[in-house]
């Protein structure tokens, strides 16, 4: 056939890489087409795709303090811990720059004094490696869960250079298991947890580093993070390739004995440049979860961007005055000043790993569920865009189902009952191909008859084919048969691409706990232009993920939210005074 070279892709069965002879291809020229043509004649081949070069962003972005700001230390400090970093951790407790700030923190130290730090969970860095010689980082570091896809090899040390372009892994990796009371930097959200890091932004990137990448060690680690994803340029329309969505799905139908890992994923900075993360492709998935961004203040981010798939939100750094996320740097250093929602994930991870450790029966979708029901509304109520669903859960665009509330969320954990197995239900648009203009708005109505199949919703995908000449000037929304209507897609003035939608996957959490019968409605606009502006919206399918029955935590009525769940009560201040206690898999905590 004219191959000089084949290797199986690590993580997949009966799946190769072929490199044609020289010979054969003496350069890429239409001779190239030759070869995919024997290809497709040969009937032992199922499959076959050219890997072409992916544009992968990290999820921060750099930070240059004015000379006129002085960042000072947290108005409040203890001794919880003894590491040096420790009191710029506010986003782990009540430490606050001024007395005026609200009191927001992720409830991470009642659990701690519950005797759960992570111990025991696995949690895998998909980034561009891990100094995992670092003081603070070492006693944490799984091998076993590490690989460099870059170089083929079991080593993920980032490559060094003068401007530490390769820390984003080491910093993520710091604030998910950085070592506890050793006197170096911060301590990590889940600190006896182990860290291994999968190293695939320090060269080329295609589906088959990626899909290697997510499917790596998926019978060991628990817990996937990644911070990084198509470009944040208000422009790209692109996910996850044939080989890295077969790994996501593997590694939820399979990984953790058949509970499945869990996919945590950065919203993206994208929100400067009007960009939505339904955009991404890795975001509008039900294999992972979204997680944005909140600042100090409790604020939307100026960088963060809003879309119906973010399912919760954890603290990083927003307005200058704002503090950032502390942890490890390269050449065993430390840092105050990881940013972006690239600190998001992996505080999520983090808090993640501690559930995980006091019930380790959770399946991935019981983590999701654990999310919606424990995520909190009051530390951002104050801003826009927050509605209730006809489940009763208050959803936002920009904050998904509110703060995660590592107490909350660990509480419930322990006394959880197991989500039936997902159940999903397609249901197509009978009628096809609506002409669309400025100015004009479509309406596809599709009809759902769900009792027998999704009692109780999950994720709702839209798969929309649309054809238009400046991708960028449309809008889309979603109406459940409830009434619940969410924006799936903004207008993003730099997207002047022709190519429109092609079967492209939206996908919204908002309608989460919602009964599917009835009609929904996906609303197309153009309400930007120009005026000559003219398409066909082709085709529309719903994909209604759910439980075939109501899940055992919904049976009992609607979610009752704690708006002041962050302010330690009588009961907690003699608790936390008191020795650590455990009893069995029940926290010890009121």
């Given at each position: 056939?004219?191959?000089?070279?084949?290797?199986?892709?690590?993580?997949?069965?009966?799946?190769?890489?072929?490199?044609?002879?020289?010979?054969?291809?003496?350069?890429?020229?239409?001779?190239?087409?030759?070869?995919?043509?024997?290809?497709?004649?040969?009937?032992?081949?199922?499959?076959?795709?050219?890997?072409?070069?992916?544009?992968?962003?990290?999820?921060?972005?750099?930070?240059?303090?004015?000379?006129?700001?002085?960042?000072?230390r947290p108005f409040t400090l203890d001794n919880t811990f003894n590491d040096e970093l420790w009191p710029h951790q506010w986003y782990m407790r009540d430490t606050r720059l001024y007395p005026s700030l609200p009191k927001l923190d992720l409830n991470v130290l009642p659990v701690y004094k519950a005797g759960i730090t992570g111990k025991g969970v696995r949690i895998s860095i998909l980034d561009d490696g891990i100094e995992y010689t670092h003081d603070d980082i070492s006693d944490n570091y799984d091998s076993e869960i590490s690989y460099d896809c870059n170089e083929e090899d079991y080593d993920p040390l980032p490559r060094y250079d003068s401007k530490k372009r390769n820390s984003h892994g080491t910093?993520?990796?710091?604030?998910?298991?950085?070592?506890?009371?050793?006197?170096?930097?911060?301590?990590?959200?889940?600190?006896?947890?182990?860290?291994?890091?999968?190293?695939?932004?320090?060269?080329?990137?295609?589906?088959?580093?990626?899909?290697?990448?997510?499917?790596?060690?998926?019978?060991?680690?628990?817990?996937?993070?990644?911070?990084?994803?198509?470009?944040d340029d208000g422009k790209t329309v692109d996910g996850p390739g044939t080989l890295a969505q077969e790994a996501l799905k593997r590694g939820t139908d399979e990984g953790r004995g058949g509970k499945g890992c869990v996919y945590v994923w950065a919203s993206g900075n994208g929100g400067d440049r009007g960009d939505n993360c339904n955009c991404d492709g890795y975001l509008a998935s039900p294999y992972t979860i979204t997680i944005g961004s909140a600042s100090q203040r409790g604020e939307f981010p100026w960088y963060g961007e809003p879309c119906a798939s973010i399912l919760a939100v954890t603290y990083s750094s927003g307005a200058y005055k704002d503090q950032m996320i502390a942890t490890t740097d390269l050449y065993n250093q430390c840092t105050i000043k990881h940013t972006g929602t690239s600190a998001s994930a992996p505080l999520a991870a983090g808090i993640i790993a501690l559930a995980l450790e006091a019930n380790p029966s959770l399946s991935w979708r019981d983590v999701q569920h654990l999310i919606v029901w424990s995520s909190e509304v009051s530390p951002v109520a104050d801003n826009p865009g927050w509605q209730k669903n006809a489940a009763g859960l208050w959803f936002n665009t920009r904050?998904?189902?509110?703060?995660?509330?590592?107490?909350?969320?660990?509480?419930?954990?322990?006394?959880?009952?197991?989500?039936?197995?997902?159940?999903?239900?397609?249901?197509?648009?009978?009628?096809?191909?609506?002409?669309?203009?400025?100015?004009?708005?479509?309406?596809?109505?599709?009809?759902?008859?769900?009792?027998?199949?999704?009692?109780?919703?999950?994720?709702?995908?839209?798969?929309?084919?649309?054809?238009?000449?400046?991708?960028?000037?449309?809008?889309?929304?979603?109406?459940?048969?409830?009434?619940?209507?969410?924006?799936?897609?903004?207008?993003?003035?730099?997207?002047?691409?022709?190519?429109?939608?092609?079967?492209?996957?939206?996908?919204?959490?908002?309608?989460?706990?919602?009964?599917?019968?009835?009609?929904?409605?996906?609303?197309?606009?153009?309400?930007?232009?120009?005026?000559?502006?003219?398409?066909?919206?082709?085709?529309?399918?719903?994909?209604?993920?759910?439980?075939?029955?109501?899940?055992?935590?919904?049976?009992?009525?609607?979610?009752?939210?704690?708006h002041n769940y962050n302010r330690l009560r009588k009961s907690f201040e003699n608790l936390l005074n008191k020795e650590d206690e455990r009893n069995g898999n029940t926290l010890s905590l009121i």
């Open positions: 056939m004219g191959i000089s070279e084949t290797s199986g892709v690590k993580g997949f069965q009966d799946t190769y890489i072929f490199v044609p002879s020289p010979l054969i291809l003496p350069s890429f020229t239409k001779r190239g087409i030759e070869f995919t043509k024997r290809l497709n004649r040969d009937e032992r081949v199922l499959w076959y795709e050219t890997q072409k070069p992916k544009v992968r962003q990290k999820r921060d972005y750099g930070f240059k303090t004015p000379h006129r700001f002085h960042k000072g910093r993520c990796a710091g604030e998910v298991a950085m070592v506890a009371n050793n006197n170096k930097c911060g301590i990590g959200i889940a600190f006896n947890a182990k860290v291994g890091g999968v190293k695939l932004l320090d060269g080329v990137v295609n589906d088959r580093i990626e899909g290697t990448a997510l499917g790596f060690a998926h019978h060991l680690v628990d817990i996937y993070s990644a911070s990084w994803g198509p470009n904050f998904g189902y509110g703060l995660m509330n590592a107490f909350g969320l660990v509480n419930l954990a322990t006394n959880w009952t197991t989500v039936s197995p997902k159940a999903v239900l397609i249901v197509p648009s009978a009628t096809k191909n609506f002409k669309i203009g400025y100015g004009n708005t479509v309406e596809v109505q599709l009809i759902s008859k769900a009792q027998r199949v999704v009692a109780s919703l999950e994720h709702v995908e839209v798969v929309a084919h649309v054809t238009y000449p400046k991708r960028g000037a449309l809008e889309m929304f979603l109406t459940s048969p409830a009434g619940t209507r969410v924006q799936i897609l903004n207008a993003r003035e730099y997207d002047t691409s022709s190519k429109g939608f092609q079967n492209w996957t939206f996908m919204s959490v908002a309608t989460w706990g919602e009964r599917p019968d009835g009609p929904w409605t996906v609303t197309v606009q153009d309400q930007v232009g120009p005026t000559t502006n003219e398409g066909f919206v082709e085709s529309i399918t719903l994909k209604l993920h759910g439980t075939p029955e109501i899940p055992v935590h919904m049976q009992n009525g609607e979610r009752i939210y704690d």
